[in-house]
């Protein structure tokens, strides 16, 4: 088992301490929160071990899980590398552009691994359907959040766009040719609101809309390709697939079929694949365990993780 500790036990950072706990591929050593009352608190309720300092965690650990706020990423995760640990690193990656390829190159130099928590790669309605999106056109991606101060030190792209950044670029097989955004300030002191739009050079749009001042939650996508459409509900856990199929000699009367202009007539089969539930904080925490002990890529890499930041930092300088 490799021994984990975790730096930040704010919300997310004590769910990392809980999931790593209870994993059978971690042994969680403790973790180093900047709040020594914080730290008291954590420790007391829940039986972890608070460590003194950054660097006595470092030195006591094979992997870092780094859930501090993204000012801080660069920092923490420079000084687990140089001690030769993994790190795992909540999105986004770094605060800057430089400050994620500086980690990129730490990482090769050291020998050690990295991933980044982009989630939503862990999704189980995304995962059900992964595999079914072949050369998409267009893509269209709302995530829409109710009002919560945390996370609001960071511009809405950065805190809950950069989700569909991702997974866009994973599956678009093309590099994105350019970028037009908007965004607006509505109660904090960056955009709480925005919207771009990303050109691929293979032709495909991404749309895609943020926002954490909504009246209701949502979090769906939906990928435009040849004779199908794929929805992802991310909330609901829920996917679609609705194909497009030449029409048989004897269709069903009960077949829905469209014809077009040219008078050919294409039949309309949906589909709503199995959805395995699953916890996907855990697995991406143990995907990362599989590819340290394997010696493989993990799943979300850092030049991915790098890749989303800078379409994100496109996006946010068109403001």
Known sequence: MLKAGVLGAGHLGKIHLRLLQQSTKYDLVGFYDPSKENAKNVADEFGYKAFNSIEELINAVDVV???TPTLSHFECAKQAIEKGCHIFIEKPITNTILEAE????????YHVKGQVGHVERFNPAFLAVKDKIDNPMFIEAH?????????????VVLDLMIHDIDIILSVVQSKVKNVHASGVAVI????????????????????????RISMKNMRKSRFFQKDAYISVNFLSKESELVRMKDVPENPDEFAMILQNAEGIKKQIYFENPEVEDNNAILDE????????????TPIVTLS?????????QMIIDCF
């Open 65 to 67: 899980d780094i859930v």
């Open 102 to 109: 500086a980690i990129k190159t730490l990482a090769s130099q």
């Open 143 to 155: 995530r829409l959040a109710e009002f919560n101060p945390r996370g609001t030190d960071v511009p």
């Open 188 to 211: 904090s002191e960056t955009p709480d609101i925005a919207n771009a739009r990303i050109a691929f050079e293979n032709g495909c749009v991404a749309n895609l809309t943020a926002s």
């Open 285 to 296: 925490l143990e995907t990362f365990a599989d590819a340290i002990n394997t010696n493989t």
């Open 304 to 312: 991915q993780g790098a890749e989303a930041l800078r379409i994100a």
